[in-house]
């Protein structure tokens, strides 16, 4: 077994943290749920279950403890982009906040800014 294998297990348990995957009678790997699939993973117990038959690629070998990571999500195309599920605006319209808002005050934060730039010098050039 080398590390870019693609491979074919069986699942031997499901923790929080990921799916342990039997390749053979003498090894065994670890599926991080980060390498399941690209996205979030909600439930693994309701996706995976013991007994099922799983491609995987080998991404790492522990050569000291001979641990194994695998990997699903590098077998999948890569999704680009996510679906647009709602509009998003720039502005929240029912608290009248964002851009508009901003626009409102911009003036009035520049002329602050420059006072305070203006003051700094002034108390920095008194120094010298």
Avoid at 74 to 94: M, N, S, V
Avoid at 104 to 127: C, D, L, M, P
Wanted: charged share 25%; glycine share 8%; no cysteine.
């Amino acid at each position: 077994m080398r590390i870019g294998d693609r491979l074919t297990g069986t699942i031997s348990g499901i923790q929080s943290y990921g799916v342990f995957v039997k390749l053979d009678d003498e090894h065994q790997g670890l599926i991080h749920i980060s390498e399941l699939k690209h996205g979030f993973v909600s439930d693994l117990n309701s996706k995976y279950k013991v007994g099922d038959k799983v491609d995987v690629i080998v991404m790492g070998i522990d050569e000291y403890n001979q641990k194994i990571s695998l990997s699903m999500r590098a077998l999948q195309p890569e999704e680009i982009g996510r679906p647009i599920l709602h509009k998003h605006f720039w502005t929240d319209y029912r608290n009248h906040i964002g851009y508009k808002t901003i626009a409102q005050h911009k003036n009035e934060w520049v002329k602050t800014a420059i006072k305070g730039i203006s003051e700094k010098k002034q108390k920095n050039s008194t120094f010298l």
